[in-house]
Structures are given as structure tokens and as C-alpha cells.
């Protein structure tokens, strides 16, 4: 702590916690699992780019020798084609559930906050539940995210009584299910893909938006769809909690929702109480090794005001309460209580979140 003597008998002290302003926070990196023809298996690359992509892990040419289908770049680049760009990308060892689950793995510590499986749709219920357990494992080591998983063909093509009956559900609102399949072009053919690649392009579009602005009626880039539903099925998805694109002026989502029958069925509720808590985290992360105490934690709620109240003024929350406090144990533990209630745009629920930092 530095004094400067202003005029004699007059010094003004500048404490280094007074300083600490909230730093930003990440709200649109995407983690992708996937296989490909080229390239480290099992390491995590940061890529931004498409063509960057390529040079790492081949292009997306299906050889007659290759036994697995290559689904990495292609996913690649209808993330890109859809506004993504900072991609945590891992070439898989095979198309296996566990070769699945130990890529997803290596991606856990990662500040991610979208992932995909490249190629792999609901009908493979292994890999639904390698998704779902990587959901619940980084909520458990504060690394939270949204997973985004598409529909499966049956018989090559989608089975609209397949997916309204489909039994994905997740009550914090972290699993999206997407349908139909879509059209792509390789090597001057069209080709019939399942939701699975739908899947990338939607994690593609939220991460391009900020998280208080919904993916409902928002414009996908792909090439079509494998099936158009008429207006009773689109609302029949909706009402069965399905993410789902109609053909509209191009192509557009229907409504922006989770799997959750629960305040967190809106994508935005969820996005936006994620950033809050990854940005208490951040802004609170220089305090740690500080005395704690009330003065200490004076300033940390200063600091926690002026990021939450950028918020309102993004219009991301309409409103909030917040309470920093420590009882004598907590403070001799050096553990702080952060206790807010938020209210996010969009949403009629307030929302408490009580976090215990130390």
C-alpha cells in the first residue's frame, strides 16, 4: 500500500484491491471431438479458422481406405460458415463411444462454452450419455457449458414420430437437441446428412451471438434441409422441446431452446447466468491471497456491482441482488459467500446463484 503526501499532514493511500476492475469473459468457444485424416490424435489444437483447420487435420475427402467416416472438418466448417471462431478442436483415435469420451475428456479444463460432437447424432444413445457425462462432469469442476447433440436418420432419412418421441432431457438447460438432417455438397455431389452436422452449424450461430440474444428466427448458412416440417410438426417440436430449422426466407431456428423443462428451456437464461458466473469468478480470481475481511470484501463487491451492472447495461439481466459476506470460520478458512439473484432478459424467473470462493 503506496502513500503520497498531497500537502503537508495530507496523504492519500492507494490499496491495490481498490484497482481491480472485472476482466472480460469468454461467451462463444467452441470444443469439437471428431475424426479426420491427418493430424496428432487426442491433443486439444486452438484453431480460428478454416483453412487453419485443414492444414492441422486434412481435408474432409472420404479415401476408400478410410473405414471411419471423417467428421472433424466438415463439422469445422459449418461452425465457421455460421460465425464461430475460436474452436478447441481434438482428432478422436476412432468413432467409438470411448474413443469419444477420451478426447471429450482432455477438453475439460478448457474454457469452453459450447460442445459438439462432430458426426454423432441422438440415435447412438452411447454417445449421448458421453456428451451428458462431460456436461456434468465440467459443471462439477466449474468449467460449465451447453452441449448441442442433433437427430439420427432412420432408414437414411428423418423420422419425424422418432423425434418428437425422443427422450433427451437435462434440468440445468446445458443439452440442446437439434433437428432435421441438412444437405451438403462434397466433391460436386449433395449428400444427406444427419442433425448431427445441423448440430455444428446451430453451435456456430450461438457462438457468433452475444448471450442475450436468442438463436430464434436467427439465419443458418447451410446448403438445405433434409426434411421440411409443415407448421403443425415445427410447433409439435417446439412443444417437445426440440431446437428445430424451418425453410423461411433461407433457413432459419424455429425457436432457441434447451432439452430442460425448467426456467433454463430459453438457450438465453442459461448463456446469460453462465457469463454472470464466469464473470464473478474472474473478477473475484485477484483477490484470492488478500486479507478477507470487511474492508477486502468491500471492494470485491465493488468490483462484482460494476461487472453485474454491465450487464443491465447490455440489457443481458434486467435486474440483480447481490451479497458478499464471510462468517468468522469462513473468513479464518478464507472462504467468501457470493449470494445473487438475477434476472435475465427474456425470462420471468429470477434466478439465485450462491457461490463460496476461497
Not at 56 to 65: H, R, Y
Not at 171 to 197: C, N, Q, W
Not at 294 to 316: I, N
Request: net charge neutral; proline share 3%; charged share 20%.
Amino acid at each position: 500500500m503506496a502513500q503520497t503526501m498531497i500537502l503537508p499532514g495530507t496523504y492519500v493511500e492507494v490499496r491495490a484491491e481498490g484497482l481491480i476492475a472485472p476482466s472480460g469473459v469468454p461467451t462463444g468457444n467452441i470444443g469439437i471431438v471428431g475424426t479426420a485424416n491427418q493430424g496428432a490424435e487426442n491433443e486439444v489444437k486452438l484453431v480460428s479458422s478454416l483453412s487453419e483447420a485443414k492444414e492441422i487435420f486434412g481435408d474432409s475427402k472420404q479415401a476408400p481406405e478410410i473405414q471411419v467416416e471423417l467428421t472433424l472438418v466438415r463439422a469445422l466448417e459449418l461452425i465457421y460458415k455460421n460465425g464461430g471462431q475460436t474452436v478447441y478442436a481434438v482428432r478422436t483415435s476412432g468413432a467409438k463411444p470411448e474413443d469419444y469420451q477420451k478426447s471429450l475428456a482432455l477438453l475439460e479444463n478448457q474454457i469452453v462454452n459450447i460442445v459438439v460432437l462432430a458426426g454423432q447424432d441422438a440415435n447412438q444413445k452411447s454417445m449421448v450419455d458421453a456428451l451428458q457425462g462431460h456436461l456434468k462432469t465440467t459443471a462439477g469442476i466449474k468449467r460449465e457449458r451447453i452441449g448441442i447433440i442433433g437427430s439420427g436418420f432412420k432408414n437414411d432419412k428423418d423420422d419425424f414420430d422418432q423425434i418428437r418421441n425422443h427422450t433427451l432431457s437435462d434440468d440445468e438447460g446445458r443439452l440442446i437437441f437439434t433437428a432435421p438432417g441438412i444437405l451438403m455438397t462434397s466433391a460436386g455431389k449433395v449428400e444427406t446428412k444427419s442433425g448431427a452436422y445441423l448440430a455444428a452449424a446451430i453451435a456456430g450461430l450461438i457462438a457468433s451471438l452475444n448471450v442475450q440474444a436468442s438463436p430464434t428466427n436467427k439465419n443458418l448458412s447451410i446448403e438445405g434441409l433434409t426434411t421440411e416440417f409443415n407448421n403443425a410438426q415445427l410447433e409439435e417440436l417446439v412443444q417437445k422441446k426440440v431446437l428445430t430449422v424451418e425453410a423461411r426466407s433461407g433457413y432459419r431456428v424455429v425457436k432457441g431452446i434447451t432439452t430442460a423443462n425448467s426456467p433454463w428451456n430459453q438457450i438465453t437464461t442459461r448463456r446469460i447466468v453462465d457469463y454472470a458466473i464466469y464473470g464473478v469468478r474472474s473478477s473475484c480470481d485477484p483477490y484470492i491471497g488478500k486479507l478477507n475481511n470487511e474492508r477486502v470484501r468491500g471492494a470485491m463487491k465493488a468490483t462484482l456491482d460494476a461487472f453485474l451492472t454491465s450487464m443491465v447495461e447490455s440489457e443481458a439481466l434486467i435486474g440483480y441482488q447481490l451479497e458478499v459476506s464471510a462468517t468468522r470460520p469462513q473468513e479464518v478458512a478464507g472462504q467468501v459467500a457470493v449470494k445473487m439473484i438475477l434476472q435475465p432478459t427474456f425470462s420471468i424467473d429470477f434466478i439465485q446463484v450462491t457461490m463460496y470462493l476461497g
